[in-house]
């Protein structure tokens, strides 16, 4: 309907097609939170992996988080203790691509990779994630009535909008809060480091008070790349001063304070997209 193809297969029988075809292919769920079709989407997913993958669980050795969720949610939910965490961005639009991430420091080969996605996941890294609360349906609330809540402020609330009187509109959070069996997240020894990264663009978009499409922003962003290599290395490792020389003290500052998650981030609830301030 929307120009993706759907294969209305469930992922069990996908699976052992596919370990019949090729005995060393790897699964990985994807997007496990997303409302739609993900494992365990709100709309039409499961409580748990063994009700996906039935007799071939065990095959699964990793999920991916998806935009919508990150390492510190899914680590809320013991039953993904024995499972890393990867992420992945899609291929809808290049400049996108590794917007999210997963680090390795494996050989350069499929069953190099292969190996650090199976238990105990050797040469896994860590994750590079964006920020979930973005997202329209992170929180819930009603836009309409102006109300924003936190999983917790619903459960209090009874699910009842304080203007309106009708159920509010329940996000991705609070479906992992349903699933949930920890008030903190666990560190099992599958777990690794994540980083929480913007898009350059948005920095230098903020920095120059410009939005992320204008001919100022590309030029700048275009500048940096030719300067520093690319946009990760720029995020994660290039030295502040060599950024300020190329792209001002502000666009430099910017990228130290998502270094240092100095940011005022606001959950994007019912519909409306969740925002991060750099300069707040
Ligand atoms: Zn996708
Ligand atoms: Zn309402």
């Known amino acids: 309907s929307n120009g993706r193809p759907v294969l209305a297969l469930d992922s069990r029988d996908l699976l052992a097609i596919t370990l019949e075809a090729a005995p060393a292919a790897v699964l990985i769920p994807a997007h496990i939170w997303t409302p739609h079709y993900a494992v365990f989407g709100m709309k039409t997913g499961f409580d748990r992996l063994e009700e ?7 095959e699964i050795h990793a999920v991916e988080t998806g935009l919508s969720s990150d390492p510190a949610m899914n680590r809320l939910l013991s039953m993904l203790d024995d499972y890393a965490l990867v992420s992945n961005s899609d291929a809808h639009s290049p400049a996108k691509l590794a917007r999210e ?13 292969r190996r650090a996605l199976r238990r105990p996941f050797p040469g896994l890294l860590g994750t590079v994630e964006f920020f979930p609360e973005e997202g329209k349906y992170h929180w819930d609330g009603h836009r309409a009535c102006g109300v924003r809540w936190s999983p917790r402020q619903t459960r209090e609330a009874g699910g009842r909008c304080p203007v309106c009187g009708r159920p509010v509109t329940v996000g991705v959070l609070h479906r ?29 978009a903020e920095a120059e008070q410009a939005g992320e499409g204008t ?31 190329t792209a001002g003290e502000r666009v430099a500052d910017g990228v130290r304070r998502v270094r240092l998650g100095l940011l005022k981030v606001t959950p994007g609830y019912d519909g409306v997209y969740g ?3 750099i300069f707040n």
């Open 275 to 277: 925002t991060v301030e």
């Open 176 to 204: 992992v809060a349903v699933l949930a069996d920890r008030a903190e997240a666990g560190q099992p020894p599958a777990a690794r480091p994540a980083e929480r990264l913007l898009s350059l663009t948005q920095i230098i």
């Open 215 to 245: 001919m100022k922003v590309q030029r700048i962003y275009e500048q940096m790349l030719a300067a520093h290599g690319p946009e990760l290395k720029i995020l994660r490792e290039t030295p502040l001063a060599a950024l300020a020389g």
């Open 101 to 113: 991430a997963t680090c390795f420091a494996t050989e350069l080969s499929f069953s190099g990779l």
């Open 52 to 58: 996906c993958y039935g007799d071939l669980t065990g």
